[in-house]
């Protein structure tokens, strides 16, 4: 038997700051991890950081320095010269590594320590010895319930006559009033976020000149003599959230890792729409985030939820996992509707490239967020109109993900080097 989830939802939902959870808030939580293992040490005068992989191939259009910055002393790091720009780095651990190396006053080391940016935020530090340890700001899992893939979830839940949102709160070492409070506090950052973003007009920061579009999209609700393909209120409020969430996190605004911020807009999307619809108590919400993590912890665990490591179906792909069968959770669905929604949504965002245009989580970030929310809904649709029974498993899916994140070339892994990154840099046209 596998190892079993032991992914909090806590570690899968986390408060930070745009544009990305890999490349923002993980350099971020390693340079914070570095300096208090450094304490007080009066002798370091310098800290160098090289960011290696995909860190250092999107790392500027991604913010790191800045990151860095924010929590890194002044007066021993400057980011224009102390950062190492190493994207082409051979044999790492992980395409997300960082170094942090704290020198004196004659160049001698004084501190280095190794991370890896796992995605969604996560950080490991590898030892000396090559072992990984795995920070985690949530309080460990209690693994009541040994699970280590969907189809355990789903005899197990007919055996005790469990739902996954029960598992997953079983293994949640805080009592349940905790947890929901808590869950509550994500939930109000989700919808917040989504307010912001509505009610912000302009242009994203960065070269490209991108035009915040969710104010105009949601205004379309309030216009129904435009013609358009789809007039369902449910779905113009998706498409206007998951713009609205990305836009602010491309602009840097506070956001929730969801699983990651390059895919923060599929969850609080598809569920906000939905609530603001039909009518979801918290109870549901509570419900549907707990499900979500418990699906995000089963990729976690068999696959990745990076794009360095996955493609952007690592992302969004797994957002729209999570989304639909979080969805189908708050609809009072089966277990294996559960299984068979985020099943659906995951294999229909198989192979797809994380190709972030300069290096940014704008083009096509931001749209790559409306189309996975719309499919979680479509998914969790198909789902509930059936008995659950279907020939390709969530266990298939994500093992599928994983061999084609295995098999892509790094190009295609948040790179900005391959796809649409490298068509737009080179001016390419069609070829005749």
């Given at each position: ?12 939902f ?18 914070q991890?570095f ?23 999107t ?23 102390d950062?190492?720009w ?18 004196n ?7 280095h ?20 340890v795995?920070d ?36 949640e070492s ?13 939930w ?9 973003g ?15 579009r ?8 309030q216009?129904?003599d435009?013609?358009l ?45 939905t ?8 109870e549901?919400i ?14 976690k ?6 794009g ?10 797994s ?9 189908v ?13 985020a ?11 994380c ?19 719309i ?34 070339h ?5 790179t ?13 046209r069609?070829?005749?």
């Open positions: 038997m596998s190892e079993p989830v032991s992914t909090s939802v806590f570690d899968i986390k408060i930070g700051i745009g544009p990305s959870s890999s490349h923002t808030m993980g350099p971020m939580r390693a340079a991890l300096c208090a293992a450094l304490g007080n040490r009066a002798d370091v005068t310098r800290i160098v950081v090289r960011l290696h992989g995909s860190l250092g191939a790392g500027r259009g991604h913010a790191t320095d800045r990151a860095l910055q924010r929590v890194l002393p002044a007066q021993c790091f400057d980011p224009e010269r950062i190492e190493l994207p082409d780095t051979p044999d790492l651990p992980h395409p997300n590594t960082l170094d942090l190396v704290a020198l006053h004659a160049g001698s080391v004084v501190l320590h190794r991370y890896l940016s796992v995605g969604g935020g996560l950080i490991e530090q590898v030892l000396p010895n090559g072992q990984r795995r985690s700001q949530a309080p460990p899992a209690r693994i009541i319930h040994r699970v280590s893939s969907a189809a355990e979830i789903l005899a197990l839940c007919a055996e005790r006559n469990l739902t996954w949102w029960q598992i997953q709160l079983d293994n805080l009592v349940p009033d905790e947890v929901f409070r808590k869950l509550d506090t994500i109000q950052t989700m919808r917040e976020c989504i307010q912001r509505l009610t912000t007009e302009g242009t994203l920061p960065g070269p490209l000149g991108v035009r915040r969710a104010p105009e999209t949601y205004r379309l609700l216009q129904p435009v013609r393909p789809l007039r369902d209120p449910l779905e113009l409020r998706v498409h206007a959230y998951a713009l609205a969430v990305n836009e602010e996190n491309a602009a840097g605004g506070v956001v929730v890792t969801a699983p990651t911020n390059g895919a923060a807009g599929v969850i609080p999307a598809a569920f906000a729409a609530q603001d619809v039909h009518g979801f108590s918290s549901q509570h419900r549907g985030l707990l499900t979500a993590a418990l699906i995000a912890g089963l990729i665990s068999h696959a990745s939820l990076s360095a490591e996955m493609g952007c179906q690592g992302e969004v792909g957002a729209a996992a999570m989304a639909a069968g979080g969805l959770e708050m609809f009072g669905g089966t277990p294996q509707q559960v299984e068979m929604a099943e659906i949504a995951l294999e229909h965002h198989l192979g797809m490239t190709d972030p245009v300069g290096g940014l989580v704008q083009i096509p970030c931001i749209e790559r967020n409306v189309m996975g929310a499919k979680a809904v479509h998914a969790a649709t198909l789902a509930l109109g059936s008995d659950g029974q279907h020939r390709i498993s969530l266990d298939q899916a994500i093992e599928a993900m994983r061999q084609i994140g295995r098999d892509m790094t190009r295609y892994k948040e900005a080097r391959g796809g649409l990154a490298k068509v737009v840099q080179d001016g390419s069609v070829r005749c």
